[in-house]
C-alpha cells in the first residue's frame, strides 16, 4: 500500500472516531438534559388497588392532616395544592400549609368542583368510613389518581409513609423516616417480646364522649387499641372485638372488664378536663378496680395541641413511648420522651409548626 492510500485509511479512521465521540457526546448531552422518563408509576395503596400517578407529580389534594403531616415531613409541602377540613386544625402543619384551600372532608363529603378546579395529578386520603366509597368513585369517574390509605397498627402506618414517599418521588427521604421510625422502637419491641402474659395488665383505651349516655367509646383494632398490646399491656376491647376497630360499650361490660389500667384519650386538654369531671357522676366509675387502684391515666392524641403524639404517622412513635411508661412502668422507667420528640423534630419537622 503507497503512502497515499495510508493516508486515506488514517483520514477514514479519524473521521470514525470523531463521529463516534461527537454521537456519545450528544447522547450523554441529550439524557442530562432530558432527565428521566416522565412516563406514569404504579403505586399499590392499602386497599391492594394499583394506582397510575405521573412519575413527577407536582400538584397532590391531601385530605387527612397525618397524610399532609408525612408529606411536609418528607420535604413535599410545596406540592400540596389542596386540603381536607382537619388539616386546618392541626399544630404539627406549617401555615403555609394550612392556608391552603380545603376541599372538604370525609364525614361531610369532598367538593369536586373544587378539586378540579386546582387540577391535581394525585388526590391522597382515608378510606373504609365516612362517604369514602362514593369519593373514591367520583375521582375515578374524572380520572383523577387517589391513593388510600388506612392503617391499623405501628408497621402499616410505617408502610403509608413509603407509599405516600414514592408516590411523590421522596422514596430516599421516606426510608429514612421509617428507619428512624423502626430504631425508635426497636427497645420496646425487644422487651416486650420477653415479657410473659401473666405480666401483662389488662387495659382500656377510650374516650368518654358518650359517657353522658352511660356509655364509653373503647378502641380495639385501630391504631390506638393494637398500641396497648404493642407496648406490653393485653387491650380488653380488642380481646372482646377484633375485627372492629372501635364500639361502645355500656357499664354492665365495663364492670366485666374491669382492666387493670384505663387510658382515657382526648384531642385537646379542655376535653380531658371535661371528661374527668363527668366521672363521678356515675357510681359504675368508683366500682372499677383501676379507678380504686390509682391506675386511670389520660393521653392527648391526634394533632390539635402541643404534646399530642399517638396520632397516624411518625409521632405516633413518641405515643408508644408514653403508653409504654404508663402500661409497663417498671420496664420502661428509662425512656426519654422528650429527647425522642426533640430529635425526631429536628431531624424531620424542618418547619415551623407552632405557627
Same mark, same amino acid.
Given at each position: 500500500?503507497?503512502?497515499?492510500?495510508?493516508?486515506?485509511?488514517?483520514?477514514?479512521?479519524? +473521521?470514525?472516531?470523531?463521529? $463516534?465521540?461527537? /454521537?456519545?457526546?450528544? #447522547?450523554?448531552?441529550?439524557?442530562?438534559?432530558?432527565?428521566? %422518563?416522565?412516563?406514569?408509576?404504579?403505586?399499590?395503596?392499602?386497599?391492594?388497588?394499583?394506582?397510575?400517578?405521573? %412519575?413527577?407529580?407536582? &400538584?397532590?389534594?391531601?385530605?387527612?392532616?397525618?397524610?399532609?403531616?408525612?408529606?411536609?415531613?418528607?420535604?413535599?409541602?410545596?406540592?400540596?395544592?389542596? !386540603?381536607?377540613?382537619?388539616?386546618?386544625?392541626? @399544630? @404539627?402543619?406549617?401555615?403555609? $400549609?394550612?392556608?391552603?384551600?380545603? /376541599?372538604?372532608?370525609? #364525614?361531610?363529603?369532598?367538593?369536586?368542583?373544587?378539586?378540579?378546579?386546582?387540577? *391535581?395529578?394525585?388526590? !391522597?386520603?382515608?378510606?373504609?368510613?365516612?362517604?369514602?366509597?362514593?369519593?373514591?368513585? %367520583?375521582?375515578?369517574?374524572?380520572?383523577?389518581?387517589?391513593?388510600?390509605?388506612?392503617?391499623?397498627?405501628?408497621?402499616?402506618?410505617?408502610?403509608?409513609?413509603?407509599?405516600?414517599?414514592?408516590?411523590?418521588?421522596?422514596?430516599? &427521604?421516606?426510608?429514612? +423516616?421509617?428507619?428512624?421510625?423502626?430504631?425508635?422502637?426497636?427497645?420496646?419491641?425487644?422487651?416486650?417480646?420477653?415479657?410473659?402474659?401473666?405480666?401483662?395488665?389488662?387495659?382500656? !383505651?377510650?374516650?368518654?364522649? /358518650?359517657?353522658?349516655? =352511660?356509655?364509653?367509646?373503647? @378502641?380495639?383494632?385501630?391504631?390506638?387499641?393494637?398500641?396497648?398490646?404493642?407496648?406490653?399491656?393485653?387491650?380488653? =376491647?380488642?380481646?372482646?372485638? *377484633?375485627?372492629?376497630?372501635?364500639?361502645?360499650?355500656? +357499664?354492665?361490660?365495663?364492670?366485666?372488664?374491669?382492666?387493670? !389500667?384505663?387510658?382515657?384519650?382526648? &384531642?385537646?386538654?379542655?376535653?380531658?378536663?371535661?371528661?374527668?369531671?363527668?366521672?363521678?357522676?356515675?357510681?359504675?366509675?368508683?366500682?372499677?378496680?383501676?379507678?380504686?387502684?390509682?391506675?386511670?391515666?389520660?393521653?392527648?392524641? =391526634?394533632?390539635?395541641?402541643?404534646?399530642? @403524639?399517638?396520632?397516624?404517622?411518625? &409521632?405516633?412513635?413518641?405515643?408508644?413511648?408514653?403508653?409504654?411508661?404508663?402500661?409497663?412502668?417498671?420496664?420502661?422507667?428509662?425512656?426519654?420522651?422528650?429527647?425522642?420528640?426533640?430529635? +425526631? #423534630?429536628?431531624? #424531620?419537622?424542618?418547619?415551623?409548626?407552632?405557627?
Amino acid at each position: 500500500m503507497n503512502n497515499r492510500a495510508i493516508t486515506k485509511v488514517h483520514a477514514a479512521i479519524l +473521521l470514525l472516531v470523531i463521529l $463516534v465521540a461527537t /454521537v456519545s457526546a450528544a #447522547f450523554v448531552f441529550y439524557n442530562n438534559v432530558a432527565g428521566p %422518563s416522565t412516563g406514569p408509576l404504579t403505586v399499590v395503596d392499602m386497599a391492594g388497588r394499583n394506582v397510575q400517578v405521573p %412519575s413527577n407529580v407536582s &400538584r397532590v389534594i391531601i385530605i387527612n392532616s397525618y397524610w399532609a403531616e408525612i408529606a411536609c415531613t418528607l420535604g413535599d409541602s410545596n406540592k400540596i395544592v389542596g !386540603i381536607g377540613s382537619d388539616v386546618k386544625s392541626s @399544630y @404539627y402543619i406549617p401555615s403555609s $400549609v394550612k392556608n391552603l384551600t380545603v /376541599v372538604g372532608d370525609l #364525614f361531610n363529603g369532598i367538593n369536586m368542583e373544587t378539586v378540579v378546579g386546582l387540577n *391535581p395529578d394525585l388526590v !391522597i386520603m382515608d378510606t373504609g368510613y365516612g362517604k369514602a366509597a362514593d369519593v373514591i368513585n %367520583s375521582l375515578q369517574s374524572l380520572n383523577i389518581s387517589v391513593i388510600t390509605l388506612l392503617p391499623g397498627n405501628y408497621s402499616a402506618e410505617m408502610n403509608a409513609i413509603q407509599i405516600i414517599g414514592k408516590a411523590l418521588g421522596s422514596q430516599q &427521604r421516606s426510608n429514612d +423516616l421509617v428507619s428512624n421510625m423502626q430504631s425508635g422502637i426497636s427497645n420496646i419491641t425487644t422487651t416486650v417480646s420477653q415479657i410473659p402474659a401473666s405480666q401483662k395488665p389488662t387495659v382500656l !383505651i377510650c374516650n368518654l364522649n /358518650v359517657w353522658n349516655q =352511660g356509655l364509653i367509646y373503647t @378502641y380495639s383494632n385501630s391504631t390506638w387499641g393494637n398500641a396497648v398490646e404493642e407496648v406490653g399491656g393485653i387491650n380488653v =376491647g380488642l380481646q372482646d372485638s *377484633p375485627t372492629l376497630p372501635y364500639f361502645k360499650v355500656g +357499664l354492665e361490660k365495663l364492670l366485666a372488664w374491669n382492666p387493670d !389500667i384505663i387510658i382515657i384519650t382526648g &384531642r385537646t386538654n379542655d376535653t380531658l378536663t371535661s371528661q374527668l369531671s363527668t366521672l363521678n357522676t356515675n357510681g359504675t366509675w368508683s366500682q372499677l378496680k383501676a379507678v380504686q387502684n390509682g391506675q386511670v391515666y389520660t393521653v392527648l392524641v =391526634g394533632s390539635k395541641e402541643a404534646g399530642a @403524639y399517638l396520632d397516624d404517622g411518625p &409521632r405516633t412513635m413518641i405515643g408508644l413511648m408514653q403508653l409504654a411508661k404508663i402500661i409497663q412502668p417498671q420496664q420502661f422507667q428509662g425512656l426519654d420522651i422528650q429527647k425522642t420528640a426533640d430529635q +425526631l #423534630f429536628a431531624q #424531620f419537622y424542618q418547619f415551623n409548626f407552632a405557627s
